[in-house]
């Protein structure tokens, strides 16, 4: 395991994590810090997204540091829930694979989607992905983050990026009924093997510590993927009216 150090953690923090943990190497932030500002030296976008936006230690940081070919990488607020096999086993036709999002990272409006005609994966949600190293081309990356967002919207930015870059891969998502982003429509459960608690669901991971703590064991499942679909401006019409659904109080039937 590598860990990725935002500037919170002090020395003896480090010393638990590596006592506990198969840990592999912490970065730093300051000497993160200093290798990611030669390594970006001549993407100056980048290096201002990666100083603004705490969301870009995870776009830059966990693939230019690390060497590896597939960089496999966890939020510090997915729950595993159920023993599973082959959750980090990279699919061998796949370049990239994401949670599944309830929704869609992209907050642009249908004007700019049009005028743009960016594809994206659709519904990217980057709290567990597996990623091959040559996905993220710095010069890919340095143009589209020349689209700016409103402040309120800039922390979608880094899902937003993922779902451009892979969107010219083979992009795939975990299992949705196994691997989950938790919601009011789609709460943490049993059958899961891991579950997401974004933000605004925080407070369910109490029920999920439960669950954990109630369950049987029962044998590990096998985890499934499938492709990823894609985004464009004309699946904006799906999102606008699955808001609309939702105001209605109809509940989706999937995830």
Not at 157 to 185: G, I, K
Request: glycine letters at 6%.
């Amino acid at each position: 395991m590598v860990f990725h150090e935002d500037g919170s953690l002090t020395p003896e923090d480090g010393e638990q994590l590596q006592a506990a943990l198969p840990c592999r190497r912490i970065w730093w932030k300051r000497e993160a810090d200093a290798r990611m500002a030669e390594l970006l030296q001549d993407h100056p976008r980048c290096r201002r997204f990666r100083a603004e936006n705490v969301f870009g230690l995870k776009l830059l940081d966990t693939l230019l540091l690390d060497g590896d070919d597939v960089c496999h990488y966890c939020d510090g607020d997915i729950l595993f829930i159920r023993a599973s096999r082959g959750l980090f086993e990279m699919p061998t036709a796949a370049d990239a694979v994401f949670m599944m999002d309830a929704i869609e990272p992209v907050p642009w409006t249908f004007r700019e989607l049009w005028q743009r005609r960016l594809k994206f994966v659709g519904r990217v949600n980057a709290g567990m992905y597996m990623i091959r190293r040559r996905v993220l081309d710095l010069d890919r990356l340095e143009w589209f983050l020349g689209f700016e967002l409103a402040p309120h919207l800039r922390h979608v930015q880094e899902q937003m990026a993922w779902a451009w870059l892979a969107s010219t891969f083979s992009a795939y998502h975990w299992d949705p009924d196994q691997v989950r982003v938790v919601s009011n429509q789609f709460p943490v459960t049993a059958e899961l093997a891991a579950a997401h608690f974004i933000g605004m669901y925080r407070s369910q991971l109490a029920n999920g510590l439960d669950l954990v703590a109630k369950s049987p064991l029962p044998r590990p499942m096998d985890i499934r993927f499938q492709r990823a679909g894609r985004f464009n401006w004309a699946s904006k019409f799906g999102v606008a009216a699955g808001r609309v659904g939702r105001k209605l109080g109809l509940r989706p039937t999937r995830y």
